[in-house]
């Protein structure tokens, strides 16, 4: 299993991306995240990915859940033709919703865990891959998810066995929301990691690490 759980974009560990991804160029990008935003906020943040993991040598294309509610056999052969996936960040509950709604878990799980399929995101696309998104809701609104039709899903992937917050201690953290999601961890025993938006966590093979 590879995983690369970033609170932003690669920042200074983009070698380690880079290396991850190395041998599975074709990159299946998902920005469901931002659904819920103007079209026009969205199509900007899409194109910043594109371009981003294109300078990077990479072969991105869109992988819109939107589009294939009901279609699972396309949906899996969409994710047959990546070695990679790349989820972005925007609202964590809209995220996880769209998900549902095209029924992505078990395929995206079932191939991340085979070693078929690379894990990568950030911020929303980062708490995702946790057992629960309990918590997140200090800094993400689930009630966005009426923006897109769909109902609040409160639990995560489960690719990693602990929570994570990202943007711990950011300055673009004005809300604190952060330290807000510790606490109620903390008050609720949930194992959970923080990350600083100069770091990551990486998995490979058996191999965990925060760095």
Not at 3 to 27: E, K, M, N, Q
Not at 141 to 149: F, M, T, W, Y
Not at 192 to 211: A, M, P, S
Request: glycine letters at 8%; hydrophobic letters at 45%.
């Amino acid at each position: 299993m590879k995983l690369f759980l970033a609170s932003y974009r690669f920042g200074v560990h983009v070698a380690r991306f880079v290396a991850l991804t190395r041998d599975r160029p074709r990159v299946a990008v998902i920005a469901n995240a931002a659904d819920a935003w103007p079209a026009a906020a969205r199509d900007s943040a899409l194109a910043s990915e594109m371009t981003g993991l294109r300078r990077l040598g990479l072969d991105p294309f869109e992988l819109d859940l939107r589009q294939f509610r009901g279609r699972p056999d396309e949906l899996a052969t969409e994710l047959d033709s990546a070695g990679t996936l790349w989820v972005r960040g925007g609202n964590t509950f809209v995220l996880r919703s769209q998900l549902a709604r095209c029924g992505a878990e078990d395929p995206i799980v079932s191939r991340v865990r085979d070693g078929d399929l690379v894990f990568a995101g950030y911020s929303a696309g980062a708490c995702v891959a946790s057992p629960t998104l309990r918590g997140v809701e200090t800094a993400d609104d689930p009630a966005d998810v009426e923006a897109v039709g769909g109902d609040v899903v409160w639990s995560g992937l489960g690719l990693i066995d602990t929570a994570v917050v990202p943007h711990y201690g950011s300055i673009l953290d004005d809300t604190d929301a952060a330290r807000s999601m510790v606490a109620r961890f903390e008050r609720e025993q949930i194992d959970h990691l923080t990350l600083t938006d100069e770091q990551v966590i990486v998995v490979d093979g058996d191999r965990f690490e925060r760095i």
